[in-house]
């Protein structure tokens, strides 16, 4: 129950094109859910995050869509770049901090 | 200053060997974490300080003993680690481990290898 699963496990995209990333959650306790990107050699850096509260967040190219009914929550990645590739976690963890879980991760290639 | 900072980058070991990663951030961040990170994997958790005080020990082996002197500085000390041992040891900071505040930056990490 404590899982988050995420997919697609790698994903190829062109330059310009758009990136999308899925993870998908059982414990209903879960009330926060960043994205992490991470770059090799280097650790993961917060890029955008949701509450339960709403149902998209944009910032710049990157909006996160909430489904609380599914309990499904994906990355939109617009005009994907090539300094974009990086393996993205989504994670989540319940408002008492207990529980912070990091998904599988996906390896993202843009193609310049 | 929004960073934390791990040192050494880098660190080899022998199995008898005793040695310490530092993590230090200047955020006034009251939690703070030690992660280990697989090649291809996510972080998994390994301990949470709150308040300067542990509060999760994710069942994480005795070789490896947290200690946090102050609020901004965390350390792992190591001692008889194993082989499967060698991974990124990441180090991360928010401002609580509760409610609103659950952010969490994360440090460069210590690469580890240990022979």
């Known amino acids: 129950q404590q899982q988050v699963k995420q997919s697609p496990q790698s994903l190829i995209v062109q330059k310009g094109g758009i990136s999308i990333i899925n993870c998908a959650y059982e414990n209903t306790a879960f009330d926060y859910f960043p994205w992490y990107q991470q770059f090799p050699g280097k650790g993961p850096a917060l890029l955008i995050a949701i509450r339960p509260d709403v149902s998209e967040k944009k910032e710049g190219r990157f909006t996160i869509s909430f489904n609380k009914s599914a309990k499904q929550f994906s990355l939109h990645i617009m005009d994907s770049q090539p300094g974009d590739s990086a393996t993205y976690f989504c994670?989540?963890?319940?408002?008492?901090?207990?529980?912070?879980?990091f998904g599988p991760g996906t390896r993202l290639s843009v193609l310049p | 200053d929004t960073e934390v900072t791990q040192t050494p980058k880098h660190l080899v070991m022998g199995m008898t060997n005793k040695k310490s990663l530092k993590c230090e951030q200047h955020?006034?961040?009251?939690?703070m974490y030690w992660y280990k990170q697989k090649a291809k994997k996510p972080p998994e958790l390994m301990f949470v300080?709150?308040?300067?005080?542990?509060?999760i020990n994710e069942s994480v082996p005795s070789r490896f003993s947290p200690e946090c002197p102050n609020s901004s500085l965390l350390n792992l000390h190591l001692h008889a680690l194993q082989p499967e041992d060698s991974a990124l040891y990441l180090c991360?900071?928010?401002?609580?481990?509760?409610?609103?505040?659950?952010?969490?930056?994360f440090g460069p990490g210590t690469r580890l290898t240990v022979l």
């Open positions: 300080y709150s308040y300067e005080k542990l509060s």
């Open positions: 955020m006034g961040h009251r939690a």
């Open positions: 994670a989540a963890s319940e408002s008492n901090g207990q529980n912070f879980v």
């Open positions: 991360a900071s928010s401002q609580g481990a509760s409610g609103a505040y659950n952010e969490q930056f």
